[in-house]
Each structure stands twice: as C-alpha cells, then as structure tokens.
C-alpha cells in the first residue's frame, strides 16, 4: 500500500515557476514507476510525466516538454515535479501516481493516487 500526499500547488502568474512535491508511505513506492497528472475543469485527466523506479528515464506531454522536470528522491521516498514558464492552459489540479510496475510505459496503470494539488496561472 502507498499512500501520496501532494503539495506545492499555488496561484502563480505566466512565466513563473512551481515545484511540486508528492510524500509517500509505503515501501514499495522507491521499487515502482512514479507519474503526474492533471485534470483541469471540464476536461478529462491527461499524462504529464513519468519516470521509473530509478529516475533514470523521464517521460513527458509533448505539452510541458522543455518546461517541466520530473525528478525523485528515493531516500526520502518523495517526487518531484518542477514546472518552468508556466502558462494559463497549465491551470489545473496536479495528480501524483505511484505503480507497483518498476518501468513506466505510456497508458500503463497507476495504482495509487493522491488526492491533488491545485495550480492556477493568471496572463
């Protein structure tokens, strides 16, 4: 069992800068992939990055690419998700997700959740 807690999230304006962090419980998050989500209002939620149990390979939306950075530290059994330049369509609720599966492949699934922090950029 793994449970996240998110934090980090905030009221920013265009062009700043976030850094979310995800706390887990449970032993089995250093040994699983770990991801983030976002779901902003009226749409449905969608990938913004993953990385696998080691940190060594970082995936991401063609949406945040350049702009986000996945990282953790497995020590402290805590993710990170550090966004650069962020835009308006970057308002939503960030998602973090831990899977009992080691390697991350696209549409895999994420068995654990936490239960979201808000991000709100304003132009």
């Known amino acids: 069992q793994v449970q996240l807690v998110e934090s980090g999230g905030g009221s920013v304006q265009t062009g700043d800068s976030l850094r979310l962090s995800c706390a887990a419980s449970g032993r089995t998050f250093r040994t699983g992939a770990m991801g983030w989500f976002r779901q902003a209002p009226g749409k449905e939620r969608e990938f913004v990055a993953a990385?696998?149990?080691?940190?060594?390979?970082?995936f991401y939306a063609d949406s945040v690419k350049g702009r986000f950075a996945i990282s953790r530290d497995n020590a402290k059994n805590t993710g990170f998700l550090q966004m650069n330049s962020l835009k308006p369509e970057d308002t939503a609720v960030y998602y973090c997700?831990?899977?009992?599966?080691?390697?991350?492949?696209?549409?895999?699934?994420?068995?654990?959740w936490g239960q979201g922090t808000q991000v709100s950029v304003s132009s």
């Open positions: 990385t696998s149990w080691g940190g060594a390979r970082s």
């Open positions: 997700a831990s899977a009992a599966r080691q390697y991350y492949s696209s549409g895999m699934e994420f068995e654990y």
